[in-house]
């Protein structure tokens, strides 16, 4: 018994122990405090659909042995173009989502190559580059959201202003085009985005079904041992960039998945930040720097922003005080801290020798 | 052995060095005043107009109090060591008198009150706290053989700003308690309240500090009776 | 060899355009945009003065980390949150001047201390991965620094002042003017040239530091960090404390950076207590860069010319936005843009230049190894 005991906690982790045990005590004390459970439930699970394939993106990378993905910005970008591309033919529903989703996916893999490249010339240093990489290239963006010629009036600024809008509302062409299939409403509180849900299951089962054909085991084996991978005979650059691709596509489905639900596209600025809610994320799920897993992901997430929807509600009716941000900041950075300061790899050790 | 006690000289110097700095760059408020200062029963006048420097920094000139005129000056000070200079002006800005006086202020006195027709006539208390503790107590009060008994609780606000709750003395309490405020003219606002917080009664007053004092007593039993004595000078 | 001397001067030259490619790129930027952004010399020139005042402190403080091997300390943010918590409490006690800004660093100085001995063992658990790790560290305090301002300052430590705290009772104001020390030092030893103002004092500080870094270079300290830093492992087995040294380098800078902040904070006069020390880090290191140095070697001669070229950027790139585009916002996004693409462009050469020489060692020992023996290791 105490065997199983102790396999469960080694399998589980103490980082995620202790943060399940925290929501569940924040699910118990909800009711208490005068927050709806429901509601709070709803939160979690919209929340989770939104984020689910963004941490997904995290995992082809990881895998692919160029570490956690600090530069996911870039592959928000290409979701960006591919959105307010649809936005600009007046596309909508489902046709205007998935249309968003097919224009973005070859800005997504054109980036991603660009940004592979690059990885491969830095190895040993990818995250710190990635991290640059994914901030300047919003920047840069930005420059470009000013002057690209995208005319329709809901997205430019109505008088005075050049460009386009910091934010954009989809209200009118695709807002909720997923989360409305198949919806689950039970009472006046509880509502489950089926449609999303199953759209973000969909992503997992294509992302495991890759990582279980010849080039995906292939990128699995470059990123876990690339010494033993190229005297094997694989290319071990070729495959890098391919996981890259992977991870910049994942993201822009992701960053479209999420202003569906949203209903806005936030551009600028907007996706500076997005890659540490993601990393931490999946973090917690259980990845390290040179592994993740599809559970990790599903794990990870539902954890992150059950933590994230509940502490703000719950530990401010208790004190009364809005702490929430200061608690984000906080569990998010203190996750991956935890997760770049844990034990050295056997692998970073080689590169030195 | 020699590094340690290296390294707790090091130590204590550095926080001698802080005491030093905090003593020598801690700011303390002068508000240098031209008013009417009584003392033993003489009244030095405000005179109409005098020019005063600080530890020769730039002058103030201060006109007579009137109207809108408060006649006073703020003026920002460091350290524990003063001097003042005071020159009386006539209409034409003659000098007509002038004096010089040195003071110290203590450390922990933010605010300085500096009376110049006090300073003039070398009366004492020319210079104070502006800084008045103001102690209230929730006691019995005895006066000509009556007694007036304590409140169970009472909630008094100094200057429509500091709140105070005290309880009857007893079970722990002292029932007293204290707050600072500052310059001469201030209000005092009573509640006295049941157990569950609920107001019975209320009252406000007001009352002057003398620029000599340092501390008052006010007696809340005495307020609220309207029993002469109820503000005293506040003696340890 | 002898192939590698006969065109010498060719690669001389062409090595030391790629050596100063950063440098040599702002130059030309600056040479460019100065005339389309119609400010005058003289303005430059005293904005200049005014930065150099403001920035070199922060960005020497970057130098010994360097010297250790640990990159670009990002953690010099922890030393600037230290910094304003003493600026805090001596705002709150109401000291002037000069006595303000000591006492200000002798509050702090503990705090930098323990922060930075927090960040150095961190970072001996991210060996490798120094550079993003500070990063995250930065971020991570800046949550408990929030916690200690926002929430219990004024709640569980004793801050009473009605001017820095919050009017429900707890908690630090967004923005505090420090009208106790603004300039304070800067003003010290009055001087001007020409109109502008020269903050000769704080120059005399950046030229201690500049001693002290040239100074602790030689010491045994300095020199085992100098060891620590080109191969640990040859460190370790000469008897140098590795972890120790590398801690003590970080513990050092993050002091630095701790005074850096309190210079920086009593030039501008006013502190976004939640804001200030955020930026602090990324602009310091831009500006390093900038100046020519790599992850692995930064001089103080780089820390000057950086903080120049960076900062004629920073004047000069929104109002050359706004005569080329018509738009002086897309200045100010091309501002944010270098900044961020000058570390990714500094640290991916640098990266590149590592792997290949790693690659090259590599194959020649493999070379080397073949034909000695002719079997494997």
Redesign the interface.
């Known amino acids: 018994m105490m065997e199983k005991i102790k396999d469960f906690l080694e399998a589980a982790g103490w980082p995620r122990l202790i943060i399940g045990l925290f929501l569940l005590a924040l699910f118990i004390t909800a009711p208490f405090v005068e927050v709806n459970i429901f509601t709070s439930l709803s939160d979690v699970f919209v929340r989770f659909g939104m984020w689910g394939i963004l941490v997904l993106a995290m995992v082809p990378m990881v895998q692919g042995g160029c570490g956690l993905n ?1 530069g996911l910005p870039l592959g928000i970008i290409a979701g960006l173009l591919g959105a307010v591309t649809s936005v600009e033919l007046q596309l909508t529903g489902l046709g205007g989502f998935f249309s968003a989703v097919l224009i973005a996916i070859p800005f997504g893999i054109g980036l991603g190559l660009l940004y592979g490249v ?1 990885l491969n ?5 990818e ?3 990635a ?3 994914g ?2 290239s919003v ?2 963006m ?2 470009a959201w ?2 690209l010629p995208y005319k329709s009036p809901d997205m430019i600024w109505a008088y005075g202003g ?1 460009g386009l809008r910091t934010t954009i509302s989809v209200e009118k062409f695709w807002y909720h085009a997923l989360n409305d299939i198949w919806t689950i409403q039970i009472g006046e509180h509880f509502y489950f985005p089926t449609g999303m849900i199953i759209f973000f299951a969909f992503m997992c089962f294509l992302v495991w079904i890759f990582f279980h054909t010849k080039t995906g085991t292939a990128v699995t084996a470059a990123g876990s041992n690339p010494e033993y991978a190229r005297a094997s005979g694989i290319n071990v650059n070729k495959m890098r960039i391919i996981s890259v691709i992977l991870t910049t596509v994942l993201a822009a489905v992701g960053i479209i998945v999420y202003e569906q639900s949203f209903g806005f596209i936030q551009l ?2 907007g996706p500076f930040w997005m890659a ?1 809610p993601a990393v931490a994320g999946i973090l917690l799920g259980g990845a390290s ?1 040179h592994k993740a897993t599809i559970m990790n992901v599903i794990v990870g997430t539902f954890l992150f922003q059950g933590i994230l929807t509940m502490t703000p509600s719950v530990i401010n009716n208790i004190i009364q ?1 809005d ?1 929430s ?3 984000r ?2 569990v998010s ?2 996750l ?2 935890y997760a ?5 790899t056997i692998k ?1 050790a080689k ?2 020798a | 052995m020699k590094s340690w006690i290296i390294k707790s000289v090091l130590i204590i110097g550095i926080i001698v060095l802080a005491v030093f700095l905090y003593v020598i760059g801690k700011e303390h408020i002068v508000f240098v005043e031209n008013n009417t200062f009584t003392i033993d029963g003489k009244i030095y006048e405000p005179y109409d107009l005098v020019r005063v420097t600080l530890d020769g920094g730039e002058p103030d000139e201060i006109k007579k109090p009137r109207g809108r005129s408060l006649g006073r000056a703020k003026v920002s000070t460091t350290g524990l060591n003063h001097k003042v200079l005071v020159e009386i002006l006539d209409d034409d800005d003659n000098v007509i008198e002038s004096k010089e006086a040195k003071f110290k202020v203590k450390n922990t006195v933010e605010e300085l009150l500096l009376n110049i027709p006090a300073l003039m006539h070398d009366a004492k208390g020319w210079v104070a706290n502006n800084q008045k503790t103001i102690y209230v107590e929730n006691k019995p009060f005895t006066t000509d053989g009556k007694t007036y008994e304590a409140y169970e609780f009472v909630r008094v606000i100094l200057d429509r700003s500091k709140s105070l709750e005290i309880r009857k003395p007893g079970d722990g309490h002292t029932g007293m308690d204290k707050g600072v405020v500052t310059d001469l003219r201030h209000t005092l606002y009573i509640e006295i309240m049941d157990n569950e917080e609920k107001v019975l009664e209320s009252k406000e007053v007001s009352y002057t500090v003398k620029h000599a004092q340092d501390a008052l007593l006010i007696n809340v039993p005495a307020v609220m009776n309207d029993v002469d004595g109820w503000l005293s000078e506040y003696e340890k | 060899m002898s192939t590698l001397k006969s065109k010498d001067n060719k690669g001389k030259v062409s090595r030391f355009f790629v050596n100063n490619a950063v440098p040599i790129l702002f130059i030309l930027f600056a040479v460019l945009a100065i005339p389309m952004a119609n400010l005058s010399i003289e303005y430059l020139i005293a904005e200049m003065i005014t930065r150099l005042a403001r920035y070199s402190f922060l960005v020497l403080a970057l130098l010994i980390p360097v010297i250790a091997g640990m990159g670009m300390n990002f953690g010099i943010v922890l030393g600037a949150m230290a910094g304003q918590i003493g600026l805090i409490f001596v705002m709150d006690w109401n000291v002037m001047g000069v006595p303000a800004f000591f006492l200000a660093i002798i509050i702090s100085m503990p705090l930098a201390v323990f922060l930075g001995w927090m960040a150095g063992i961190a970072l001996n658990h991210a060996r490798g991965r120094e550079m993003v790790t500070s990063y995250i560290l930065g971020f991570f305090i800046n949550g408990v620094y929030q916690l200690l301002v926002l929430y219990s300052m004024g709640a569980i430590i004793p801050i009473s002042n009605s001017k820095i705290v919050l009017p429900r009772g707890y908690g630090i104001r967004n923005a505090i003017d420090l009208v106790n020390l603004r300039k304070s030092v800067d003003r010290l030893i009055p001087f001007e040239i020409g109109g502008v103002e020269i903050p000769v004092m704080t120059f005399i500080l950046v030229a201690i530091l500049c001693v002290f870094i040239v100074w602790f270079r030689k010491t045994k300290l300095g020199q085992d960090m100098r060891a620590v830093g080109q191969n640990m492992e040859v460190a370790r087995n000469a008897g140098i404390p590795v972890e120790r040294t590398r801690i003590l380098a970080i513990v050092i800078s993050t002091v630095l950076a701790c005074i850096g902040q309190i210079i920086f904070l009593q030039n501008i006069g006013t502190m976004n207590t939640y804001n200030s020390h955020e930026q602090i880090g990324m602009f310091s290191i831009a500006a390093l860069l900038v100046g020519g140095a790599s992850v692995a070697k930064a001089s103080i001669k780089n820390a000057f010319v950086g903080i120049v070229l960076f900062h004629i950027m920073f004047v000069v790139a929104p109002r050359a936005g706004k005569t080329l585009m018509g738009e002086a916002q897309i200045g100010e996004y091309f501002r944010v843009f270098v900044s961020y693409a000058i570390i990714a462009i500094a640290l991916a050469l640098h990266a590149w230049r590592k792997n290949k020489e790693a690659e090259f060692a590599r194959r020649s020992l493999r070379i080397d190894t073949e034909e000695a023996t002719g079997t494997s290791e």
């Open positions: 600090f690059l010339k830095v190895k040993g240093d995250m710190t580059i991290l640059y990489v901030f300047s920047a840069a930005s420059m000013l002057k050049s600028y600025l540490f720097v005080t702490m941000e200061t608690i900041i906080i950075n203190g991956i801290l770049l300061t844990r034990t050295i970073s590169v030195k």
